[in-house]
């Protein structure tokens, strides 16, 4: 059974930081991107980055570069989500997806976790 489990999300202020978590089981972990996109309410979806797993290489989208950093800890089959300098804009349900094969947009990876709430207050 594939699963991709998130967790770290929560309430912060304006400027500070969280750390999501990517569990991910069931599929080849190392032969997979692994993507993020958000949702907020009464707003478009957004991708905002992905991780080639294998290679280490990773792609943000430029709301988020700078201030978002994507690491991948193989072992653990866990992804890393280091989301620094939070503003109130990214706040949304932030999704965990995973393919073997795509590597935009992350929405229409095969797999997608349950996601999880960021709320980033003023």
């Known amino acids: 059974e594939v699963q991709l489990v998130e967790s770290g999300g929560g309430l912060v202020q304006a400027g500070g930081s969280l750390r999501l978590s990517c569990a991910a089981s069931?599929?080849?972990?190392?032969?997979?991107?692994i993507g993020w996109f958000r949702q907020a309410p009464g707003k478009e979806r957004e991708g905002i980055l992905y991780?080639?797993?294998?290679?280490?290489?990773?792609y943000y989208v430029d709301s988020v570069k700078g201030r978002f950093t994507v690491s991948s800890d193989n072992a653990r089959n866990t992804v890393y989500l280091q989301m620094n300098s939070l503003k109130p804009e990214d706040t949304a349900v932030y999704y965990c997806?995973?393919?073997?094969?795509?590597?935009?947009?992350?929405?229409?990876?095969?797999?997608r976790g349950q996601g999880t709430q960021v709320t980033v207050s003023s």
């Open positions: 997806t995973a393919d073997p094969i795509k590597l935009w947009p992350p929405w229409e990876f095969r797999y």
């Open positions: 069931g599929f080849t972990f190392d032969d997979s991107a």
């Open positions: 991780i080639e797993v294998s290679s280490g290489d990773t």
